[in-house]
Structure formats: C-alpha cells, structure tokens
C-alpha cells in the first residue's frame, strides 16, 4: 500500500516550490510556520524571526500582494499561494536593489539591520497599493514592525523616497 502524501504548491519570489507534507525527512511538518519553511527548507534567511507571535513584524512578507506576519501563518495554509521575500525584490541579473531597498541604504534607514526586511517589505507592499500615501498612511502601514534600535525617522524618509520615485 502506497502512502499519498500531501503537497503543498507555493511560489517564492517566482519559483514554484512543492513541499510534501509529514514528518520525514526534508518534509514540512503540518505545524511549520511560513517563516520557518522560508527560512529552515527554503533557505531564504532574509525572512527573519524574532517575537514568533506576529507582533513585531520581522518576519513579514507578501502573500498574494498582501503583507503578512509569515511566523502567523502555517506553511499547508499557503497551497497555491504566491509569496514575495526580501530576496525577491532586487534585480537578479544586475544586482540593482528595488527603490525601497535603495531608499532605505540612501538614508540609512536601519542600524542593526534586523527589522530592515520586514519593514522593506510592508512598505513595498503598501507603495504597490498606494504609489503616493502621505505620512500618516506610511506610519499605518509600518505600525506593525518594531524597530528596537529606534531608526524611525530614517524608515519615513526613505519611504517618502521611494514614494517619489514611484515605479521601478
């Protein structure tokens, strides 16, 4: 007797991943957070993971053009899903970072570098729905990610920034 395995089908930053869902090895276990398949099996570590509760917003990515808390979210909740990293958002071929990204080193917008991703990734996803938000919409947006080393003012600017530039 054959055993049928789940799949689950997810594309990362354009790649289609298909996982098998168990407790063998190279499986993703049914209780395996998005952050952690990221991280652990898909080896995408700019994904971070800090309070693991979904109040920090270290961990944050796009799934379907959303941001989410990835360490909120299990990986079999994710099937068919299409899932932007901080990886995926620079230029592979040439290297060039997105406008965020440059923005946030054009202002120095991080000091440890910890939250930097999740931030990056919040403000792109609220850039991709709202090209031009004012102050107050980029502080809503950003109100879920914590910068323990208190670079705030940088992070408006640089999204001001990017806002100014809009598109790529």
Known sequence: MGENKQLVTITVNGDVYRLSVGDGVGEIAPADTLAETLR?????????????DGACGCCTVIL??????????????CDGADIRTIEGLGDPATGRLNRVQQAFVDHSAFQCGYCTPGIIMAAEALLEENPHPDE???????????????????????VKQAAGEGGE
């Open 40 to 52: 652990e099996r898909l080896l995408l570590t700019g994904t971070k993971i800090s309070c693991d």
């Open 64 to 77: 379907n053009g959303k941001p989410v808390p990835s360490c909120t979210v299990l990986t079999i909740e």
């Open 136 to 158: 107050e919409e980029i502080k809503e947006a950003l109100a879920g990610n914590f910068c323990r080393c208190i670079s705030h003012y940088q992070v408006l600017e640089a």
